[in-house]
């Protein structure tokens, strides 16, 4: 299942001997091009979550497969999984220079709430500059700068490494099947680097390169009282209502320091050191802007940590969504027979994915009054990760920086979670350059997401620098 067997795409290229363009030029030169598929991409509505959207991941499949075609690969293929296929394509130019190997995503999160968006979520606009659409930046804008910077060597004649694609359609639902292919396919996916972009930047002023990545343990509780919804008026009262006990329980996850209270939790937590906290806290950031960005009069976190530490290198524990009872139109005195929560901690090193479940599932089935039942239904998890800051590939990311910014990128922590890149490691062994370029006003897993025209254009052209700079250092 793991092996790509089908709808294998071969194709063959001249060389091109004609006066060669340079790619800032021909990037320029195709900016519209390069924006009209990139809209072509967005309206094909990937939400991997919701099984409705099923034949529209495939389909987007099939896009980002032709579009390596079209890009000049030697070989596409579509690997079929368990769930949605990951599509996968290369360019060997010669054994003797180093390799590559791009990831990405085509899947998107689910739009909802609809009706909070300005414009439909997958049918992209331009505003004040910005692309607005489902996946503008996370993660179609940010991987089909790849390819387009892979075309753009290609017509330029300035491929100076080998590339592979490997471009999955299920991280936003936990990347189930990836580690099965991975693990299936280690030859094939053989290179000397990873390239993500799948990341933020501080700012459009200061460029900044992504080092660290928090993991994921994702799961979903249920709290069960009587076996049907009753009678506010007759029942209340008597009857354990089941929405008031989630309540209860989701509350004392966290104490008045905004510290987690499940046992054991911060066991494995690796803290940074003062001087590691003090680089982190020296990146510009104004708490002032952050607030008014967010509408927000004040920040909250963990007692003891400053908002970047909060959102970068500490775990947390967060209700991602909460649900039960009567929520129609009008009202209806219920006490309701189930009330459920999706609830996601962020982990930092050394913490583990599993691990951390094992001791969320155990506590919260202690917090139970005996007026419920609980149940605890894992969804999925990820490890947290840490990238070399002193390797050849991150200086030729540093050199690809200056050369198209102006200026140096500043290495960051983010709070999200990419678990292919501590997969990589384990597995192929192999590092991960996070090269993103987004923003985090860009909205992602939110209404409005958007995507700076700037940034995808000026993003395909720091890529195609990347692999200049990369060759030239691996000499």
């Not at 979550?49 to 390596?68: E, G, I, M, R, W």
């Not at 290609?154 to 990347?175: Q, Y």
Request: glycine fraction near 8%.
């Amino acid at each position: 299942m793991a092996n790509c067997t089908n709808h294998v795409t071969f194709v063959a290229f001249k060389k091109n001997t004609s006066k060669r363009m340079s790619p800032v030029d021909y990037i320029k030169d195709n900016k519209q091009k390069f924006l009209d598929e990139l809209f072509s991409l967005l309206r094909i509505p990937s939400v991997s979550a919701d099984p409705k959207y099923k034949d529209d991941v495939f389909k987007t499949a099939d896009f980002v497969k032709n579009s390596l075609v079209q890009a000049g690969v030697d070989k596409a293929e579509i690997c079929p999984t368990a769930g949605y296929p990951i599509v996968y394509g290369e360019k060997m130019i010669d054994p003797s220079l180093p390799t590559v190997l791009v990831y990405g995503h085509y899947d998107v999160q689910p739009a909802d709430p609809l009706e909070l968006w300005d414009s439909p979520p997958f049918e992209p606009v331009i505003k004040n500059d910005k692309i607005y659409a489902r996946g503008a930046c996370d993660d179609k804008g940010q991987m089909y700068m790849h390819v387009k910077a892979f075309e753009t060597m290609m017509k330029t004649n300035t491929l100076t490494c080998n590339v592979k694609f490997m471009i999955e359609g299920e991280e936003e639902v936990g990347s189930e099947n990836l580690e099965i292919f991975v693990k299936a396919n280690k030859k094939k996916l053989e290179a000397d680097i990873i390239l993500i972009s799948d990341t933020s930047m501080i700012s459009l002023d200061t460029p900044s390169i992504t080092v660290g990545l928090r993991g994921l343990s994702y799961l979903q509780v249920e709290v069960t009282g009587p076996d049907r919804d009753l009678h506010s008026g007759v029942y209340g009262g008597a009857v354990g209502n089941p929405i008031n006990e989630l309540c209860k329980m989701i509350a004392s996850l966290k104490d008045e320091k905004n510290r987690i209270t499940i046992p054991g939790f911060y066991d494995k937590v690796l803290d940074l050191t003062n001087e590691e906290r003090k680089a982190l806290n020296d990146a510009p950031f104004d708490l002032d802007e952050y607030k008014k960005d967010l509408k927000i009069a004040a920040v909250s976190g963990e007692d003891g940590y400053t908002t970047l530490e909060r959102a970068g290198i500490r775990p947390t524990l967060d209700v991602n969504g909460i649900w039960g009872g009567y929520i129609g139109e009008g009202a209806k005195t219920v006490l309701p027979s189930k009330a459920s929560a999706k609830i996601s901690m962020r982990l930092v090193p050394n913490q583990v994915s599993d691990e951390i479940s094992e001791l969320f599932t155990k506590h919260f089935e202690s917090l139970a009054p005996d007026t419920v039942k609980v149940k605890v239904i894992p969804h999925h998890g990820g490890e947290p990760a840490v990238t070399p800051t002193d390797s050849v590939a991150y200086a030729a990311a540093s050199d690809a920086f200056v050369e198209a910014w102006g200026k140096a990128p500043i290495p960051t922590r983010d709070g999200g979670s990419i678990p292919i890149v501590s997969l990589f490691k384990d597995e192929l062994g192999l590092d991960t350059v996070l090269m993103g370029f987004g923003l985090d006003s860009d909205a992602i897993h939110s209404p409005n997401e958007h995507y700076g025209i700037h940034n995808y254009m000026k993003g395909i052209e720091t890529i195609t620098l990347f692999y200049k700079h990369y060759a030239n250092r691996s000499k």
